[in-house]
């Protein structure tokens, strides 16, 4: 199960950041390499992250987290990626 991130969790040193196992987990239900990675961008900014140029999200860490809660939620309900497309409500 995944945990809810807070504004703080992007910018903590040590361990692996709850957000780098969410990007993980949405490669691997998007596909094999580009696939997944391109799955992981469009899940991302679908949900709201659109920054209007590559941006960390440590630079907007409050609205990053509520994007990241936002497919956690959805991502703790299922790993199947029809499933959390539908949960997100987002049509790729």
Avoid: R
């Avoid at 991130?5 to 040193?13: A, N, S």
């Avoid at 709850?18 to 990007?23: D, L, N, Y």
């Avoid at 469009?42 to 860490?61: E, M, R, S």
């Amino acid at each position: 199960m995944l945990h809810n991130i807070d504004k703080d969790d992007f910018i903590k040193v040590g361990g692996k950041p709850e957000h780098e196992k969410v990007e993980e987990l949405l490669e691997a239900i998007g596909g094999d390499g580009f696939i997944g990675l391109q799955f992981k961008n469009d899940v991302i900014k679908a949900c709201g992250w659109k920054p209007p140029k590559p941006t960390p999200y440590a630079k907007h860490p409050k609205f990053a987290a509520q994007v990241f809660n936002k497919i956690i939620e959805a991502l703790n309900q299922t790993k199947e990626k029809e499933k959390l497309l539908k949960i997100l409500k987002i049509s790729l």
